[in-house]
Nanobody, 124 residues
Framework: QVQLVESGGGLVQAGDSLRLSCAASGRTFDTYVMGWFRQAPGKEREFVAGIRWSDDHTYYADSVKGRFTISRDSAKNSMYLQMNSLKPPDTAVYYC?????????????????WGQGTQVTVSP
């Protein structure tokens, strides 16, 4: 049973940085893609960034490109999202997700496993 647990959310000011972590367990993830998604109140869940576990290939949403960096540590079975230059529109619950795939998928419906989410709030 795959389990994903996010941590690292919080309240920050615009321009600050935050690092989210996702601890994964239950299997090896060599054939998996893992991603970060976010959902703001009243909005649909949206793709933020994804990483292919086998070769570190990454893909970002245009809205975060150049500000966010996704990475993973195989030894710790963990994934991270370094968020710099945060803006109020980045405010959302952030989720990590996983799916057995080669292509970095961007639709939430395509992911099988989800964490419980961590709140990120960016004040002006």
């Amino acid at each position: 049973q795959v389990q994903l647990v996010e941590s690292g959310g919080g309240l920050v000011q615009a321009g600050d940085s935050l690092r989210l972590s996702c601890a994964a367990s239950g299997r090896t993830f060599d054939t998996y893609v893992m991603g970060w998604f976010r959902q703001a109140p009243g909005k649909e869940r949206e793709f933020v960034a994804g990483i292919r576990w086998s070769d570190d290939h990454t893909y970002y949403a245009d809205s975060v490109k150049g500000r966010f960096t996704i990475s993973r540590d195989s030894a710790k079975n963990s994934m991270y999202l370094q968020m710099n230059s945060l803006k109020p529109p980045d405010t959302a619950v952030y989720y990590c997700a996983a799916v057995s795939a080669w292509v970095i998928l961007t639709s939430p419906a395509q992911y099988n496993y989800w964490g419980q989410g961590t709140q990120v709030t960016v004040s002006p």
